[in-house]
Structures are given as C-alpha cells and as structure tokens.
C-alpha cells in the first residue's frame, strides 16, 4: 500500500477529486491532508472522508522537522501538492526525491514561478494572448515550478477567452487528467 500526503492550500477540488479516484484503491491511501491555512476547504473534505489532517504554521513548515515527523509517522510515500501556496523546504525535497509531485494551471515553463498561481496564471495567460493554455504536472524540486515534467495537457484558448474562461478550461483538465496521472506514478 501507498500512502499519500495531499498538501493544499484552498477550497480542496483538486484533493477531492484524488480522494474519489483512490477511495477504493487496494494500492494507494490518501493518509494525511496538510494545509497551511485554518479555513482552508480541504480540511472539510478530509473530515467528510476520514482522512487525518494537519495545519502547519510557516514556522514548522520551514523548520521541517515537525513536518517530516509526521510524515514518517504516518508512513507517507508519496506527496501531492493540489493547490499548496508555499515553496517546498529543500530539506522535504531531500527526503522525498522524486516523490513529490505538483500540478501547476500552466503549460511550464511558461508562466511559472513564485507569484504565479490560480487567476494570477490565467490572467498573464490572457494578457499575453495565448493561443493555447494547460496543465504540467511536475514534480518538485528546490525551485518554484521548475520541477521536471511528468505531464502536460493543452487546451485550445479563443480570443474571447476571459480569465474565468480560461480558468474553467484549464480546471477540467486537472479533474481530467490529475487523479490518473497520479495513478500511473504510483
């Protein structure tokens, strides 16, 4: 059995829609939700599965040490960031080398780096004018969004395209392609 840790920031679509694909999986366990924020929508979603969950402080998280402790306790494998705001600490990416993976609303490198998430992404990507627009799944490294690629999928954009469109286009590609993207990994 795989054990996951989901790290999220947000409402927790993404975690959700992990949590689905894996609920009866024989191979693979979502044990642990972590967040950085106490009103984050992913704590709510692990309480309605049955999933443990975490809020860390910025200071823990860049300590680390709290953070790998409970990752060992619980025997996580692998971790999925679906939505987590902060930079990975390199002593996490030291310890989990090629087993942390992030999805980013982009087609990388395009549009990546610190800053550059959820409507900040859609709205460089309409101001730019971009014909096409995506998903990289990556995993990750000590730099923001450079990660190597695992996986990406395009999106045709028209001119009339707004931010929100572009964003709607771009989310049914994660629900899409997240879940069994993770799933061939693990």
């Not at 709290?66 to 002593?91: C, Q």
């Not at 999805?103 to 992404?121: C, D, S, T, W």
């Not at 859609?122 to 450079?146: C, F, L, M």
């Not at 001119?159 to 964003?167: H, K, S, V």
């Amino acid at each position: 059995m795989r054990n996951i840790a989901i790290l999220a920031s947000g409402a927790g679509s993404n975690a959700l829609n992990i949590l689905r694909h894996f609920k009866n999986s024989e191979s693979v366990h979502v044990s642990l939700i972590v967040s950085n924020r106490s009103d984050a929508g992913v704590l709510k979603i692990a309480e309605q599965f049955g999933i443990p969950s975490l809020i860390i402080t910025r200071a823990d998280f860049l300590n680390t040490e709290n953070l790998l402790a409970e990752l060992k306790m619980r025997r996580i494998d692998f971790i999925v960031l679906a939505g987590f705001l902060w930079k990975i600490p390199e002593s996490v990416v030291a310890t989990y080398p090629n087993r942390i993976v992030n999805i980013h609303p982009a087609l990388l490198p395009k549009y990546g780096g610190k800053g550059m998430y959820g409507h900040f992404v859609h709205e460089a990507v309409h101001e730019h004018r971009e014909k096409e627009s995506g998903i990289t799944i990556h995993y990750v490294n000590a730099a923001y969004d450079e990660g190597d690629v695992i996986f990406q999928a395009r999106v045709s954009l028209s001119e009339e395209d707004t931010p929100a469109d572009i964003e709607r286009k771009v989310r049914a590609l994660e629900i899409e392609y997240f879940p069994s993207v993770l799933a061939k990994l693990l």
